[in-house]
Protein backbone atom coordinates (compact mmCIF):
# COMPACT_ATOMS: atom_id res chain seq x y z
CA UNK A 1 0.00 0.00 0.00
CA UNK A 2 2.32 2.50 1.36
CA UNK A 3 5.00 0.95 -1.56
CA UNK A 4 2.25 1.94 -4.30
CA UNK A 5 2.20 5.41 -2.55
CA UNK A 6 5.80 6.03 -2.89
CA UNK A 7 5.75 4.89 -6.53
CA UNK A 8 3.24 7.73 -7.25
CA UNK A 9 5.21 10.23 -5.43
CA UNK A 10 8.49 9.33 -7.19
CA UNK A 11 6.87 9.48 -10.76
CA UNK A 12 4.84 13.15 -9.67
CA UNK A 13 8.19 14.65 -8.51
CA UNK A 14 10.65 12.56 -10.89
CA UNK A 15 10.44 16.08 -14.01
CA UNK A 16 11.52 18.28 -11.06
CA UNK A 17 14.60 16.37 -10.22
CA UNK A 18 18.08 15.30 -11.70
CA UNK A 19 17.53 12.01 -9.86
CA UNK A 20 15.06 10.14 -7.47
CA UNK A 21 17.30 8.18 -4.49
CA UNK A 22 15.30 5.09 -3.26
CA UNK A 23 15.37 1.60 -2.49
CA UNK A 24 15.29 -1.40 -5.31
CA UNK A 25 15.65 -5.29 -4.53
CA UNK A 26 19.41 -6.69 -4.24
CA UNK A 27 20.91 -9.60 -5.99
CA UNK A 28 18.36 -11.78 -3.44
CA UNK A 29 14.98 -11.29 -1.97
CA UNK A 30 16.88 -10.89 1.52
CA UNK A 31 19.13 -7.57 0.08
CA UNK A 32 17.86 -3.99 -0.69
CA UNK A 33 20.29 -2.03 -2.35
CA UNK A 34 19.95 2.08 -4.09
CA UNK A 35 18.40 2.86 -7.12
CA UNK A 36 19.19 6.25 -8.48
CA UNK A 37 15.87 6.51 -10.70
CA UNK A 38 16.35 8.92 -13.73
CA UNK A 39 13.94 7.69 -16.06
CA UNK A 40 10.39 7.01 -15.38
CA UNK A 41 10.55 3.32 -16.38
CA UNK A 42 12.84 2.41 -13.54
CA UNK A 43 9.84 3.48 -10.89
CA UNK A 44 8.36 -0.16 -11.16
CA UNK A 45 11.30 -1.49 -9.88
CA UNK A 46 11.34 0.48 -6.09
CA UNK A 47 10.68 -1.31 -3.06
CA UNK A 48 9.46 -0.14 0.26
CA UNK A 49 10.17 -2.94 3.32
CA UNK A 50 11.15 -3.16 6.79
CA UNK A 51 14.78 -4.46 4.87
CA UNK A 52 14.97 -0.86 3.39
CA UNK A 53 17.75 -0.20 6.14
CA UNK A 54 20.25 1.94 4.30
CA UNK A 55 20.43 5.61 5.10
CA UNK A 56 19.90 6.86 2.10
CA UNK A 57 20.46 10.36 2.48
CA UNK A 58 24.21 9.75 3.21
CA UNK A 59 24.14 10.55 -0.59
CA UNK A 60 22.93 14.32 -0.61
CA UNK A 61 26.46 15.92 0.10
CA UNK A 62 28.03 14.83 -3.16
CA UNK A 63 25.15 15.78 -5.09
CA UNK A 64 25.53 18.57 -7.55
CA UNK A 65 22.34 18.74 -9.00
CA UNK A 66 18.83 18.75 -7.17
CA UNK A 67 17.60 15.36 -5.94
CA UNK A 68 14.76 13.90 -4.33
CA UNK A 69 15.29 10.92 -1.52
CA UNK A 70 12.97 8.80 0.34
CA UNK A 71 13.77 8.82 4.05
CA UNK A 72 12.84 7.16 6.98
CA UNK A 73 12.50 8.57 10.35
CA UNK A 74 16.29 7.97 11.66
CA UNK A 75 17.49 9.09 8.04
CA UNK A 76 15.64 12.41 8.54
CA UNK A 77 18.16 12.95 11.40
CA UNK A 78 20.59 12.92 9.08
CA UNK A 79 18.98 15.38 6.65
CA UNK A 80 18.30 18.02 9.71
CA UNK A 81 21.68 17.77 10.96
CA UNK A 82 23.15 18.21 7.02
CA UNK A 83 20.81 21.32 7.36
CA UNK A 84 22.50 22.29 10.32
CA UNK A 85 26.10 22.53 9.57
CA UNK A 86 25.41 23.89 5.68
CA UNK A 87 26.57 20.59 3.98
CA UNK A 88 23.34 20.26 1.89
CA UNK A 89 21.08 23.15 -0.06
CA UNK A 90 17.65 22.56 1.11
CA UNK A 91 16.23 24.11 -1.60
CA UNK A 92 18.01 21.48 -3.87
CA UNK A 93 16.72 18.30 -1.75
CA UNK A 94 13.11 16.79 -2.78
CA UNK A 95 12.39 14.66 0.85
CA UNK A 96 10.13 11.97 0.53
CA UNK A 97 9.09 10.52 4.14
CA UNK A 98 8.45 7.46 4.98
CA UNK A 99 6.97 7.03 8.37
CA UNK A 100 8.58 3.24 9.49
CA UNK A 101 7.42 0.83 12.20
CA UNK A 102 10.94 -0.34 11.95
CA UNK A 103 13.38 -2.35 10.07
CA UNK A 104 15.14 -5.74 9.93
CA UNK A 105 18.50 -6.60 10.59
CA UNK A 106 19.36 -8.42 7.78
CA UNK A 107 22.38 -10.46 9.64
CA UNK A 108 20.21 -11.38 12.47
CA UNK A 109 17.93 -12.81 9.53
CA UNK A 110 20.57 -14.96 8.42
CA UNK A 111 21.24 -16.14 11.60
CA UNK A 112 18.26 -17.53 12.52
CA UNK A 113 18.01 -19.43 9.07
CA UNK A 114 21.48 -20.54 9.44
CA UNK A 115 22.68 -18.41 6.25
CA UNK A 116 20.74 -21.00 3.94
CA UNK A 117 19.99 -19.23 0.55
CA UNK A 118 16.76 -17.46 0.42
CA UNK A 119 14.04 -17.99 -2.06
CA UNK A 120 11.23 -15.68 -0.89
CA UNK A 121 10.05 -13.26 1.56
CA UNK A 122 7.24 -11.85 2.42
CA UNK A 123 6.05 -9.78 5.31
CA UNK A 124 2.91 -9.58 7.39
CA UNK A 125 1.98 -6.33 9.94
CA UNK A 126 4.68 -8.11 12.77
CA UNK A 127 6.61 -11.08 11.03
CA UNK A 128 8.59 -11.78 8.26
CA UNK A 129 8.85 -14.99 6.47
CA UNK A 130 11.76 -16.50 5.02
CA UNK A 131 11.44 -18.92 2.57
CA UNK A 132 14.62 -21.60 2.49
CA UNK A 133 15.12 -24.67 0.68
CA UNK A 134 14.60 -26.21 3.91
CA UNK A 135 11.66 -24.83 4.59
CA UNK A 136 9.83 -21.79 5.29
CA UNK A 137 10.48 -19.94 8.70
CA UNK A 138 8.14 -17.25 10.37
CA UNK A 139 10.34 -14.28 12.56
CA UNK A 140 8.99 -11.99 14.76
CA UNK A 141 10.00 -8.49 13.26
CA UNK A 142 10.47 -7.55 16.85
CA UNK A 143 13.18 -10.42 17.05
CA UNK A 144 15.16 -9.33 14.18
CA UNK A 145 15.14 -5.43 14.08
CA UNK A 146 18.46 -3.94 14.82
CA UNK A 147 18.59 -2.39 18.18
CA UNK A 148 18.25 1.12 17.28
CA UNK A 149 14.48 0.25 15.92
CA UNK A 150 14.06 -1.06 19.82
CA UNK A 151 14.24 2.48 21.12
CA UNK A 152 13.06 4.88 18.14
CA UNK A 153 11.71 8.33 18.93
CA UNK A 154 11.08 9.32 15.53
CA UNK A 155 9.05 7.22 13.72
CA UNK A 156 7.68 9.45 10.74
CA UNK A 157 10.43 11.97 9.70
CA UNK A 158 10.89 15.23 10.76
CA UNK A 159 11.45 17.09 8.09
CA UNK A 160 9.75 16.23 4.89
CA UNK A 161 8.00 17.64 1.59
CA UNK A 162 5.70 14.32 0.87
CA UNK A 163 4.77 11.58 3.24
CA UNK A 164 4.10 8.07 2.04
CA UNK A 165 1.47 7.44 4.44
CA UNK A 166 -0.07 8.49 7.79
CA UNK A 167 2.34 10.41 10.61
CA UNK A 168 3.34 7.28 13.43
CA UNK A 169 3.88 8.64 17.14
CA UNK A 170 6.60 6.95 19.09
CA UNK A 171 5.79 4.63 21.50
CA UNK A 172 8.65 3.73 23.00
CA UNK A 173 10.10 5.60 26.43
CA UNK A 174 13.09 8.54 25.63
CA UNK A 175 14.98 7.21 28.28
CA UNK A 176 15.36 3.47 26.33
CA UNK A 177 17.41 5.53 23.84
CA UNK A 178 20.93 5.32 26.08
CA UNK A 179 19.43 2.50 28.33
CA UNK A 180 22.77 0.29 26.82
CA UNK A 181 25.13 3.17 27.21
CA UNK A 182 23.72 3.93 31.27
CA UNK A 183 24.10 -0.07 31.95
CA UNK A 184 27.44 0.10 30.81
CA UNK A 185 28.32 3.42 33.06
CA UNK A 186 27.20 1.02 36.16
CA UNK A 187 30.11 -1.35 35.55
CA UNK A 188 33.61 -0.41 37.15
CA UNK A 189 36.05 1.28 35.32
CA UNK A 190 38.02 -2.03 34.72
CA UNK A 191 35.06 -4.14 33.54
CA UNK A 192 34.31 -1.56 30.73
CA UNK A 193 37.94 -1.69 30.24
CA UNK A 194 37.74 -4.89 29.48
CA UNK A 195 34.41 -4.56 27.55
CA UNK A 196 35.58 -2.12 25.10
CA UNK A 197 39.28 -4.07 25.00
CA UNK A 198 37.51 -7.45 23.59
CA UNK A 199 35.25 -5.43 21.40
CA UNK A 200 37.77 -3.53 19.66
CA UNK A 201 40.20 -5.97 19.67
CA UNK A 202 37.63 -7.91 16.93
CA UNK A 203 38.42 -4.64 14.53
CA UNK A 204 40.11 -5.24 11.37
CA UNK A 205 40.19 -1.75 10.03
CA UNK A 206 38.42 -2.32 6.93
CA UNK A 207 37.00 1.11 7.52
CA UNK A 208 33.50 -0.03 6.88
CA UNK A 209 31.99 1.87 9.56
CA UNK A 210 33.36 5.56 8.17
CA UNK A 211 32.32 4.91 4.87
CA UNK A 212 28.74 4.26 5.92
CA UNK A 213 28.63 6.83 8.20
CA UNK A 214 26.38 9.80 6.81
CA UNK A 215 28.54 12.61 9.03
CA UNK A 216 32.22 10.46 8.22
CA UNK A 217 32.05 13.68 5.55
CA UNK A 218 36.09 14.13 4.66
CA UNK A 219 36.09 10.20 3.09
CA UNK A 220 39.56 10.43 1.12
CA UNK A 221 40.72 13.02 3.56
CA UNK A 222 40.26 10.97 6.32
CA UNK A 223 42.79 10.99 8.91
CA UNK A 224 42.96 7.81 9.84
CA UNK A 225 44.35 6.94 6.13
CA UNK A 226 46.63 9.92 5.85
CA UNK A 227 50.28 9.82 5.61
CA UNK A 228 50.53 13.84 7.10
CA UNK A 229 49.49 14.15 9.80
CA UNK A 230 50.36 10.63 10.55
CA UNK A 231 47.69 9.78 12.87
CA UNK A 232 47.46 5.75 12.92
CA UNK A 233 49.86 3.56 11.59
CA UNK A 234 49.23 0.03 9.80
CA UNK A 235 50.97 -1.99 12.73
CA UNK A 236 47.98 -4.61 13.59
CA UNK A 237 47.83 -3.94 17.42
CA UNK A 238 44.48 -2.73 20.15
CA UNK A 239 45.97 0.27 20.23
CA UNK A 240 45.92 1.66 16.60
CA UNK A 241 42.24 0.02 16.70
CA UNK A 242 41.19 1.66 20.03
CA UNK A 243 42.29 5.27 18.34
CA UNK A 244 40.88 4.87 14.47
CA UNK A 245 37.56 4.03 16.48
CA UNK A 246 38.39 7.40 18.99
CA UNK A 247 38.76 9.51 15.89
CA UNK A 248 35.49 8.00 14.56
CA UNK A 249 33.70 9.26 18.33
CA UNK A 250 35.49 12.04 18.09
CA UNK A 251 34.99 13.84 15.12
CA UNK A 252 31.21 13.08 15.45
CA UNK A 253 31.14 14.40 18.96
CA UNK A 254 27.84 16.26 18.98
CA UNK A 255 26.97 14.95 15.51
CA UNK A 256 26.16 11.66 15.02
CA UNK A 257 22.27 11.06 14.14
CA UNK A 258 22.47 7.68 15.61
CA UNK A 259 21.42 6.04 12.73
CA UNK A 260 23.32 2.69 12.98
CA UNK A 261 24.94 2.69 10.12
CA UNK A 262 28.03 1.48 11.50
CA UNK A 263 26.78 -1.07 13.34
CA UNK A 264 24.94 -2.48 10.42
CA UNK A 265 27.97 -2.56 8.03
CA UNK A 266 30.29 -3.42 10.79
CA UNK A 267 31.54 -7.20 9.92
CA UNK A 268 32.76 -7.98 13.03
CA UNK A 269 29.94 -7.14 14.67
CA UNK A 270 31.63 -4.52 17.06
CA UNK A 271 29.06 -2.14 18.60
CA UNK A 272 30.48 1.25 17.00
CA UNK A 273 28.26 3.47 17.95
CA UNK A 274 28.35 3.12 21.95
CA UNK A 275 30.88 5.46 22.49
CA UNK A 276 28.79 7.81 20.24
CA UNK A 277 26.11 7.39 21.74
CA UNK A 278 28.24 8.37 25.42
CA UNK A 279 28.99 11.74 23.77
CA UNK A 280 25.39 12.31 22.62
CA UNK A 281 23.70 11.46 26.37
CA UNK A 282 26.76 14.09 27.80
CA UNK A 283 26.12 16.21 25.37
CA UNK A 284 22.16 16.46 26.25
CA UNK A 285 23.04 17.17 29.56
CA UNK A 286 25.62 19.47 29.26
CA UNK A 287 24.12 21.53 26.78
CA UNK A 288 20.33 20.29 26.25
CA UNK A 289 21.69 19.32 22.41
CA UNK A 290 20.18 15.96 20.40
CA UNK A 291 21.89 15.83 17.02
CA UNK A 292 19.47 16.15 13.87
CA UNK A 293 16.26 16.94 15.75
CA UNK A 294 15.75 20.69 14.95
CA UNK A 295 16.98 22.39 11.67
CA UNK A 296 17.96 25.76 13.46
CA UNK A 297 20.12 24.47 16.25
CA UNK A 298 23.73 24.66 15.78
CA UNK A 299 26.12 21.88 17.33
CA UNK A 300 27.59 22.58 20.63
CA UNK A 301 30.85 21.82 19.40
CA UNK A 302 31.03 24.52 17.09
CA UNK A 303 29.88 27.06 19.40
CA UNK A 304 30.20 27.91 23.37
CA UNK A 305 29.14 30.18 26.03
CA UNK A 306 30.93 32.70 27.75
CA UNK A 307 29.60 31.09 31.05
CA UNK A 308 28.96 27.41 30.53
CA UNK A 309 26.01 26.76 33.30
CA UNK A 310 26.77 22.82 33.71
CA UNK A 311 30.75 22.72 33.63
CA UNK A 312 32.25 23.42 36.50
CA UNK A 313 35.64 23.69 37.34
CA UNK A 314 37.75 20.47 37.78
CA UNK A 315 39.35 20.51 41.49
CA UNK A 316 42.71 18.12 41.36
CA UNK B 1 55.40 -4.38 47.19
CA UNK B 2 59.34 -2.78 47.46
CA UNK B 3 59.88 0.09 49.78
CA UNK B 4 61.80 1.97 46.78
CA UNK B 5 60.93 5.76 45.74
CA UNK B 6 58.27 5.55 43.21
CA UNK B 7 59.82 5.83 39.78
CA UNK B 8 59.19 9.03 38.02
CA UNK B 9 56.19 8.75 35.41
CA UNK B 10 55.66 10.17 31.77
CA UNK B 11 53.42 13.34 32.12
CA UNK B 12 52.62 15.35 28.98
CA UNK B 13 51.11 18.90 29.52
CA UNK B 14 49.81 21.05 26.70
CA UNK B 15 50.29 24.70 28.05
CA UNK B 16 49.27 27.97 25.88
CA UNK B 17 51.86 30.18 24.85
CA UNK B 18 50.05 33.14 26.40
CA UNK B 19 48.90 32.64 29.30
CA UNK B 20 50.53 28.87 31.55
CA UNK B 21 53.47 28.60 29.28
CA UNK B 22 54.21 31.83 31.21
CA UNK B 23 53.14 30.96 34.47
CA UNK B 24 55.37 28.14 34.09
CA UNK B 25 58.05 29.96 33.36
CA UNK B 26 57.28 32.72 36.28
CA UNK B 27 57.00 29.75 38.57
CA UNK B 28 60.73 28.55 37.42
CA UNK B 29 62.06 32.57 37.76
CA UNK B 30 60.15 32.42 41.07
CA UNK B 31 62.42 28.89 41.70
CA UNK B 32 59.44 27.41 42.90
CA UNK B 33 59.85 23.53 43.77
CA UNK B 34 58.41 21.02 41.29
CA UNK B 35 57.45 17.83 40.62
CA UNK B 36 59.99 16.62 37.73
CA UNK B 37 57.75 14.08 35.72
CA UNK B 38 55.90 16.78 33.41
CA UNK B 39 56.84 17.26 29.96
CA UNK B 40 56.12 20.45 28.14
CA UNK B 41 54.45 20.73 24.70
CA UNK B 42 53.66 24.69 24.12
CA UNK B 43 50.84 24.84 21.78
CA UNK B 44 49.61 28.65 20.40
CA UNK B 45 46.27 28.45 22.25
CA UNK B 46 44.43 25.69 24.50
CA UNK B 47 42.04 25.75 21.59
CA UNK B 48 44.70 24.25 19.42
CA UNK B 49 44.41 21.28 21.50
CA UNK B 50 42.54 18.78 19.78
CA UNK B 51 40.58 15.83 22.13
CA UNK B 52 43.12 13.44 19.97
CA UNK B 53 46.44 14.57 21.34
CA UNK B 54 45.08 13.80 24.54
CA UNK B 55 44.18 10.13 23.38
CA UNK B 56 47.18 9.59 21.51
CA UNK B 57 49.65 10.55 24.39
CA UNK B 58 47.49 7.75 26.89
CA UNK B 59 47.36 5.71 24.12
CA UNK B 60 51.09 5.52 23.36
CA UNK B 61 52.92 5.84 26.76
CA UNK B 62 51.86 8.85 28.61
CA UNK B 63 50.96 7.92 32.56
CA UNK B 64 48.77 11.73 32.45
CA UNK B 65 48.15 14.43 30.57
CA UNK B 66 47.32 18.15 31.56
CA UNK B 67 45.83 20.78 29.59
CA UNK B 68 46.58 24.38 30.45
CA UNK B 69 45.60 27.90 29.36
CA UNK B 70 44.09 31.04 29.75
CA UNK B 71 41.50 31.49 31.98
CA UNK B 72 38.17 31.69 30.34
CA UNK B 73 37.23 35.47 28.94
CA UNK B 74 41.38 36.27 29.11
CA UNK B 75 41.93 33.95 26.14
CA UNK B 76 45.08 36.06 23.98
CA UNK B 77 42.84 34.76 20.73
CA UNK B 78 39.46 35.94 22.77
CA UNK B 79 37.62 32.65 22.05
CA UNK B 80 39.98 29.75 21.51
CA UNK B 81 39.17 28.66 25.29
CA UNK B 82 35.79 28.79 24.62
CA UNK B 83 35.78 26.32 22.45
CA UNK B 84 38.43 23.95 24.52
CA UNK B 85 36.62 24.70 27.38
CA UNK B 86 33.88 22.37 25.48
CA UNK B 87 36.12 19.82 23.95
CA UNK B 88 38.12 18.95 27.32
CA UNK B 89 34.73 18.54 28.98
CA UNK B 90 33.55 16.32 26.27
CA UNK B 91 36.71 14.26 26.53
CA UNK B 92 36.72 14.39 30.50
CA UNK B 93 33.43 12.48 30.46
CA UNK B 94 34.38 10.28 27.58
CA UNK B 95 37.66 8.65 29.13
CA UNK B 96 35.88 7.19 31.78
CA UNK B 97 33.46 5.20 30.09
CA UNK B 98 36.50 3.91 27.54
CA UNK B 99 37.97 2.68 30.95
CA UNK B 100 40.70 5.36 30.97
CA UNK B 101 40.34 6.39 34.58
CA UNK B 102 39.58 9.93 34.62
CA UNK B 103 42.17 11.11 36.99
CA UNK B 104 44.83 10.52 34.38
CA UNK B 105 43.58 13.62 32.48
CA UNK B 106 43.16 16.89 33.79
CA UNK B 107 42.43 20.48 32.63
CA UNK B 108 42.51 24.18 33.80
CA UNK B 109 43.42 27.77 33.38
CA UNK B 110 46.50 29.43 35.02
CA UNK B 111 47.60 33.12 33.63
CA UNK B 112 51.15 34.20 33.49
CA UNK B 113 51.56 35.94 36.67
CA UNK B 114 50.19 32.85 38.90
CA UNK B 115 53.27 31.10 39.63
CA UNK B 116 52.20 30.01 42.74
CA UNK B 117 49.11 28.27 40.97
CA UNK B 118 50.76 26.38 38.42
CA UNK B 119 53.00 24.71 41.06
CA UNK B 120 50.08 24.00 43.33
CA UNK B 121 48.89 22.45 39.73
CA UNK B 122 51.60 20.47 38.78
CA UNK B 123 52.40 19.28 42.06
CA UNK B 124 48.67 18.10 42.52
CA UNK B 125 47.85 16.72 39.00
CA UNK B 126 51.58 14.50 39.43
CA UNK B 127 50.55 13.39 43.35
CA UNK B 128 47.27 12.29 41.94
CA UNK B 129 48.47 10.64 38.50
CA UNK B 130 51.40 8.94 40.96
CA UNK B 131 48.50 8.02 43.44
CA UNK B 132 47.23 5.63 40.48
CA UNK B 133 50.52 4.72 38.95
CA UNK B 134 51.80 3.93 35.28
CA UNK B 135 49.34 3.35 33.29
CA UNK B 136 51.11 0.90 30.75
CA UNK B 137 52.82 -2.52 31.82
CA UNK B 138 56.68 -2.04 30.62
Same mark, same amino acid.
Given at each position: ?59 ? &? =??? /??? +?? !? ?6 ? @??? #? ?50 ? &? =??? /??? +?? !? ?6 ? @??? #? ?57 ? +? ?104 | ?138
Amino acid at each position: MSTQKLKEIIKQVLPDVETVICWQEGYDKLNVTPIFITSPEQVDQVVWNPLCAQNLASYL &P =SQK /KKV +AV !AVKGCDSR @TIV #QYMQEGLIDRNNVVIIGIPCKGTVSKKKVQKAIGNEPVEEVTFTDDAIKVKT &P =SGE /KTL +AL !ADVCPTKC @TSC #QFPTPIVYDQLTGDAIKSDKPPESVYADVVELEGKTLEERKAYFASQFDKCIRCYACRN +ACPMCVCQDSCIAETRDPHWITQRNSLDEKVMFHMIHALHLAGRCVECGECERVCPMEIPVAKLKKKINKEMKDLFDYTPGVNPEDKPPMYTFNVDEAKIKEHKL | MSEVAPKELRIVGFLCNWCSYGGADTAGVGRFKQPTDLRIIRVPCSGRVDPMFVVRALLTGADGVLVSGCHPRDCHYTDGNFYARRRLEMLKRLLPFMGIDDKRFHYTWVSASEGQKWQQVVTGFTNQVHALGPMHQK
